[in-house]
């Protein structure tokens, strides 16, 4: 039986050209819809802001000058990095033990315990925040249950402060910590486990020792994925905050829409970038190390 020729490998010169074709539609995208308006915003940003919203061409650094200056700004900044700060923790630890058993199941309705996992995804996350006012509100199911038990005699404050929007927030962002984590549970063998019970661990150590330290990838990359959800949200701070929670997003808001100080609103945005890429330079340089 004789074996056919293998054919020979293309050359280095063709085989770019063909990898820079495949790429190329990709690159067009990225150039149109993510390039293009970072630069327009970064330009804006160094113009110089007229009464009544008008904006004179200029190649200043005003904008950041009076963000970087001002002490309620930098308090702003503070603000945003703590509730980043907090709803990461609080999700990482509610969504650590869903993800695990989920991983750990055998059950023949595992697909579909994953499935009610995420399954907030498919709802708005405007929908959602609505229903965490009514949920909240002073008259809501939470304050209406504990006061009929007795409980409190007076509603709790849970909207229009840092609370409501924690707590909205946790619930919102959990499906992609989930998910994070499921993926970063698959990577490890069990046997490891095992092993270590073998030896005489017990269960917390295992745990300590071998199943969170393995699966630390994932949740390294589910806590950089909640964190910058929550920098970065919106909606549930305006609508749940009630304009009294003051973050860099709404600060963005109001600049662009009430005050028309667009070079300010685009400055702050391109503090936020900055912000958004030393995380990431962050979790790659984690990440690297998680893996050596």
């Keep these: 039986m004789t074996s056919l020729p293998m054919p020979a490998p293309a050359p280095p010169r063709r085989r770019a050209w063909g990898v820079g074709l495949l790429l190329l539609p990709a690159a067009i995208v990225d150039l149109l819809l993510f390039v293009l308006p970072l ?6 940003s160094l113009y110089q802001a007229l009464p009544g919203g008008g904006l004179r061409p200029a190649a200043t650094l005003d904008s950041y000058g009076a963000f970087l200056g001002d002490e309620f ?19 990482l630890v509610v969504a650590y033990p869903i993800g695990l058993f989920l991983a750990r199941s055998r059950s023949r309705w595992r697909g579909l315990l994953v499935t009610l996992a995420i399954a907030p995804l498919l709802t708005s996350g405007v929908v959602r925040t609505y229903a965490w006012m009514v949920i909240l509100g002073n008259t809501g199911l939470i304050n209406g249950l504990l006061q009929r038990a007795g409980l409190i005699a007076a509603p709790l404050s849970l909207v229009n402060n840092l609370t409501g929007v924690v707590i909205a927030l946790v619930q919102i962002l959990m499906p992609y910590m989930v998910l994070a984590l499921l993926s970063g549970f698959g990577r490890f063998d069990s046997d490891l486990e095992w092993a270590a019970a073998s030896l005489g661990a017990n269960p917390w150590r295992v745990f300590w020792r071998v199943t969170f330290p393995l699966s630390l990838p994932g949740v390294a990359t589910g806590c950089l994925l909640v964190f910058v959800l929550t920098i970065s949200s919106f909606v549930t701070p305006q609508l749940l905050g009630g304009g009294r929670v003051f973050l860099m997003a709404t600060e963005i808001f109001d600049q662009a829409t009430y005050t028309l100080n667009w070079p300010f609103a685009a400055a702050i945005s391109m503090l936020l970038l900055l912000l958004f890429g030393g995380l990431i330079f962050g979790y790659t340089r984690l990440q690297r190390a998680l893996e050596l």
């Design 39 to 44: 630069a327009w915003i970064l330009r804006i």
């Design 73 to 91: 700004y930098w308090q702003e900044v503070g603000r945003t990095l703590g509730l980043g700060l907090e709803v990461t923790l609080i999700t």
